[in-house]
């Protein structure tokens, strides 16, 4: 069955979720993906969420703390300085879902320079094994600069390190969204 694209994203996540896995997810937003991702780490787990703006964050917290979870942390931040913020850790999954708050202001939206700066770190930071999963929306002005980009980002990889994957719909206009998957392999 062929899903609404947030419930088939968290279909191929559980392919990849284990008890006590560490998290990072670097766009927050209204929290959806992060109590997905906490509800199914475990208390053992350990889940790390950034955005760029405060609303976000706050939300994300309410919505987290009213589903029962504490395995969280959640911190107002610019995700193109992940290097800096975790510069000693490893994470067994990083997710981002590009584009903007749906219910705030479309102009604070992902760019190019901020997720091409994240995107590298997040290469360095993710373990042997483990998966950056990447939503990508064309269907705006700055999505579709972006999306542009990431292909040509993600294509030059290299095939060696990284396994990379696009799932997307064929018989969808061609600013649907599509999801990412990148793999480190060694
Ligand atoms: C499409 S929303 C994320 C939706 C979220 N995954 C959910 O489940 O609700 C994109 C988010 O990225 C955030 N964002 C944009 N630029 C950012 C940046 N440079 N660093 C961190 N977050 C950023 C926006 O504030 C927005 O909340």
Not at 83 to 89: C, P, Q, R, T
Not at 102 to 130: F, M, W
Not at 144 to 156: A, G, L, M, P, T
Request: hydrophobic share 40%; proline share 2%.
């Amino acid at each position: 069955m062929i899903r609404q694209l947030t419930d088939f994203i968290h279909f191929i996540w559980s392919g990849y979720i284990f008890d006590g896995m560490r998290v990072l997810d670097a766009t927050v937003g209204n929290g959806q993906d992060a109590e997905f991702l906490c509800k199914n780490i475990g208390e053992k787990g350990s889940f790390d969420g950034i955005d760029i703006q405060s609303i976000a964050i706050d939300k994300t917290r309410v919505r987290l703390i009213e589903a029962g979870l504490s395995n969280f942390t959640l911190i107002c931040k610019d995700h193109s300085e992940i290097n800096y913020l975790y510069a000693s850790d490893t994470f067994d999954m990083i997710v981002y879902n590009l584009g903007y708050l749906p219910s705030e202001a479309k102009a604070i939206t992902t760019t190019v320079q901020k997720t091409e700066k994240s995107l590298n770190s997040a290469l360095q930071l993710i373990r042997v094994d483990g998966v950056i999963s990447v939503t990508v929306y064309p269907g705006h002005e700055e999505g579709r600069v972006e999306s542009d980009w990431i292909q040509k980002w993600s294509q030059n990889l290299n095939p060696k390190v990284f396994h990379v994957m696009k799932l997307s719909y064929l018989n969808q206009s061609e600013s649907s969204p599509y999801l990412l998957l990148i793999e480190r392999k060694k």
